[in-house]
C-alpha cells in the first residue's frame, strides 16, 4: 500500500518561484518512477517532469528550463522547484509514483496541490 502527500502550493506573482514537495510512505520499491503531473480547470492531466530511481529526468517542453525535479531515495520524496512560473502554469499538482520495474509497474497519485500564478 502506498500513499503520496503533496505540499507547498499556493498563489504566487508572475516571474516567482515555488517549490512543491511529495512525500512517499508505504511499499517503496528500489527501482521506480517519481514525477509531477499538472491539471488545469478543463484541461486534462498532463505531464509535467518526471525523474527515475537512477536520476534520469524528463520536462515536459512548456516546462524545461524553468522547473527542476529531483529526488532523495532515502526519504522517499521527490521535489519540484518552479522559475519564472507563468500564469499558464496555474493548475493542479499531483504527484505520481510508479511503483516498481516498467514490466511489473503500478501507478499511485497524491490529492494534489494548487500552484496559482497570478498578479
Known amino acids: 500500500q502506498v500513499q503520496l502527500v503533496e505540499s507547498g502550493g499556493g498563489l504566487v506573482q508572475p516571474g516567482g518561484s515555488l517549490r512543491l514537495s511529495c512525500a512517499a510512505s508505504?511499499?517503496?520499491?528500489?527501482?521506480?518512477?517519481m514525477g509531477w503531473y499538472r491539471q488545469a480547470p478543463g484541461k486534462q492531466r498532463d505531464l509535467v517532469a518526471t525523474?527515475?530511481?537512477?536520476?534520469?529526468?524528463n520536462y515536459a517542453d512548456s516546462v524545461r528550463g524553468r522547473f527542476t525535479i529531483s529526488r532523495d531515495n532515502a526519504k522517499n520524496m521527490v521535489y519540484l522547484q518552479m522559475n519564472g512560473l507563468k500564469p499558464e502554469d496555474t493548475a493542479v499538482y499531483y504527484c505520481?509514483?510508479?511503483?516498481?520495474?516498467?514490466?511489473?509497474?503500478?501507478?499511485?497519485w497524491g490529492q494534489g496541490t494548487q500552484v496559482t500564478v497570478s498578479s
Open positions: 505520481l509514483l510508479e511503483n516498481g520495474p516498467s514490466v511489473e509497474r503500478s501507478a499511485y
Open positions: 508505504g511499499n517503496i520499491f528500489s527501482i521506480n518512477v
Open positions: 525523474i527515475t530511481s537512477g536520476g534520469f529526468t
